[in-house]
């Protein structure tokens, strides 16, 4: 329901805003704050700040300590969970804490999940006001990996490319670095922090090897890097391979990958999946289902433009980042952030939802995300 109670509207708010601390710390769980509040007053408040640790609204009703919750509301950002994981029912704490008036922004997708807390606490004579309208659109928006790896085991694929004012990511013989400003670089080190996994491709992986690390001081882990290699080529020597024993490193194979080249992958630390399927987009399918099978909620596809094709025909882009640098390359071979098949008229085009736009020194970023989970 739309929530008419200015109090009500500032207090969820304020759950939506303690949720997003969350970040980059409690994957594959989502980003939850929550509010106690009781008219204008708000007695306590609480986010949920580590996988593994307490959820929100039992951080918030412990930071009430003994004071009466009588006549007071919980506000919270996501419906609270009802089920024995990590940790103990929120439902549970809710009701032991005697609170009798609850208000949710979003709901959780999750099977186990789905309004069975918010039903629980209702048959216990709580009163349960879930919102709708911009405050529900943001708390969905702020947890869109929990929300897509909920309903499709899938992670959420976030692409991210830097190009000059022609669309060009790279010049005739490959040179890319840098076309964007270290500032954007910067903002790039950020998502990865944020993120479950970082993706390339062999292409990158050969002519940059790269790291694919979060190289920032507020870091608090590193995401899994991924490079999709049908053929197993990636050497040994690659620092990706070197090392993968302190950060993790899977790489992706076809069923043509030599046996014993995936064999020396794995002595030397390395996760090897088999992506299976007809075509580049439908193994981009069943390697995303694997990644998200073993916990992988939110990737930061940083390419080639020849995987991100795949990406793209396969439709596993959520969302586009894109660094627009006032720079021209020009050239015929120069290459585009996308190939892959495409489509092959405007009607069949892939529209984003909306579209931002950031001034980051002299680049522009473009934000656009493509759906709504």
């Known amino acids: 329901m739309t929530l008419d ?15 997003e601390q969350g970040r980059g710390r409690v ?15 708000t007695i306590a408040e609480g986010f949920h700040r580590q996988v593994g640790e307490a959820h929100a609204e039992v951080e918030a009703i412990r930071a009430a300590g003994d004071r009466d919750l009588d006549g007071a509301t919980l506000y919270v950002s996501l419906e609270p969970c009802c089920h024995q994981g990590r940790t103990p029912p929120c439902t549970d704490a809710i009701r032991q804490a005697g609170i009798r008036r609850l208000v949710v922004a979003s709901d959780d997708p999750s099977e186990h999940a789905c309004g069975r807390g918010l039903g629980i606490l209702r048959d216990d004579g709580v009163e349960v006001i879930l919102a709708d309208g911009e405050l529900a659109a943001r708390a969905r928006l702020l947890n869109q990996p929990f929300r897509k790896h909920a309903r499709t085991g899938r992670p959420w694929v976030l692409f991210k490319s830097a190009m000059t004012l022609d669309g060009k ?9 840098w076309i964007s400003s270290e500032s954007s670089r910067a903002r790039s080190h ?6 479950d996994a970082v993706v390339v491709g062999i292409g990158t992986a050969l002519a940059d090897d790269p790291q694919l690390t979060a190289r920032i001081p507020t870091a608090t882990r590193q995401p899994c890097r991924v490079v999709f290699d049908s053929l197993a080529r990636l050497p040994l020597t690659s620092k990706l391979v ?13 069923r043509a990958a030599p046996r014993a080249a995936t064999d020396v992958l794995e002595t030397h630390g390395v996760t090897v999946l088999t992506a299976t399927g007809e075509n580049e987009p439908a193994r981009v399918r069943s390697a995303l289902q694997q990644l998200g099978a073993a916990g992988v909620t939110s990737i930061l ?33 120069a290459r585009d952030p996308l ?31 493509m759906r709504e989970w």
Not at 5 to 19: C, F, G, K, P, V
Not at 190 to 195: K, M, P, T, V, Y
Not at 342 to 348: F, N, Q, R, V, Y
């Open 190 to 195: 950020h998502w990865r922090a944020h993120a």
């Open 301 to 333: 596809l940083e390419g080639g433009p020849h995987l991100a094709g795949a990406f793209l025909d396969a439709g596993e882009i959520d969302e586009m980042r894109l660094f627009l640098a006032p720079t021209v390359l020009g050239g015929r071979a």
């Open 242 to 254: 070197v090392g993968a024993r302190e950060v993790p490193l899977t790489v992706v194979v076809s």
């Open 5 to 19: 109670n200015e109090t009500d509207r500032r207090h969820l708010a304020r759950a939506i805003e303690l949720a």
């Open 339 to 369: 190939e892959g098949e495409g489509a092959e008229t405007i009607s069949d085009a892939i529209h984003a939802l909306t579209i931002a736009a950031e001034r980051i020194d002299e680049d522009l970023l473009i934000t656009a995300p």
């Open 27 to 41: 994957s594959p769980n989502p980003m939850v704050g929550a509010v106690i509040g009781r008219d204008d007053r």
């Open 169 to 177: 990511v790279a010049t005739r013989n490959g040179d890319s670095k």
